[in-house]
């Protein structure tokens, strides 16, 4: 995490801004080990492999990734302070759910696997036709493709996901321009910022559409740009998703959010979006694109 990073963030349990900073290692301008820690609440945010991970309840994330805390322990936390916290937090869990890191990390293999799949190359595409972005945020970024080529002619990125292991892999590639955040979309560490761009790439079949698209609408400034994209498989994985978006109820409601929908978006897109299992099968989707300006 880069220090300069943490003007934009607020305390996720209580929205309190500014937080501080309890560096315990650190490479250059970037934090490797440390909390990120809330003067209201007090809450710590623990900084591990230099991943900031904003979550209000920390054993809450980890009982769902037990595993995840395990390599946390064991692997990744290089200081006695971040490996007590850990601890304390694992000895909290008294149950047992199914280890979501484990499917985490299988996502994040068929992400790496299918990164020339030519939606990408389609969705850069649409990008360049934005004007220069000087903030930018992307919800669900994954291994960071779209997040790191939009720093490329943008001031400041940020990519949020709630997968450690794909924010791991993503900052593999990161610039200096960018910042990855362990954190959810809904309950975010933003508080009121303005983005000039939001990007939501097929994340509206995994979260609740209508409360993901109020929290994008609200981040997006005036004249600013919404892009989204979805396939609208609303059975793949767990049931996230209780009230399911069309592709035409999806541009009507970005029109009563104030957007106007840009760039040839207006009527519904297949882009074939092609996600490789293994080395035998192929998962092959059509993905909707919609571009929006926000006009009010």
């Known amino acids: 995490m ?49 991943v900031p991970i ?24 290089e200081t006695q302070e971040v490996r007590s916290f850990i601890k304390k937090s694992l000895n909290k869990i008294n149950k047992h759910v199914e280890d979501r890191y484990k499917i985490e990390k299988r996502w994040v293999e068929i992400y790496e696997n299918s990164k020339n799949s030519s939606f990408y190359s389609f969705l850069k595409s649409y990008l360049q036709k934005l004007p220069k972005q000087k903030l930018v945020i992307e919800h669900g ?45 809904i309950f975010h560490p933003f508080g009121s910022q303005l983005f000039d761009l939001v990007i939501g790439l097929n994340i509206l079949d995994i979260i609740e ?13 005036k004249n600013g740009f919404l892009v989204l994209s979805d396939p609208y498989d609303y059975k793949r994985g767990a049931p996230f998703v209780r009230k399911p978006i069309t592709e035409t109820n999806l541009r009507n409601h970005l029109r009563s959010l104030g957007f106007g929908i840009r760039f040839g978006t207006q009527k519904p897109s297949f882009l074939k979006w092609s996600l490789n299992l293994n080395r035998r099968a192929k998962l092959e989707y059509k993905s909707d694109v919609v571009i929006g300006k926000k006009l009010r």
């Open 54 to 77: 904003l979550w209000s309840d920390f054993t809450s994330y980890l009982i769902t990734r037990p595993s995840l805390g395990g390599l946390f322990l064991t692997r990744y936390a």
């Open 141 to 185: 970024c994954s291994i960071g493709l779209i997040t790191n080529y939009v720093s490329k002619f943008s001031e400041i990125v940020f990519g949020i996901d709630t997968s450690f292991s794909a924010i791991l892999t993503a900052k593999k590639n990161q610039g200096k321009k960018t910042e990855y955040l362990v954190t959810d979309s």
């Open 2 to 50: 880069f220090e300069s990073s943490l003007e934009y963030l607020h305390c996720v349990n209580c929205n309190n801004k500014p937080l501080k900073l309890d560096v315990l290692k650190k490479e250059g301008s970037e934090i490797v080990e440390g909390f990120i820690v809330c003067k209201k609440c007090l809450i710590k945010y623990p900084i591990i492999k230099k």
């Open 209 to 221: 559409p209508r409360d993901l698209l109020s929290v994008l609408s609200y981040q997006t400034k």
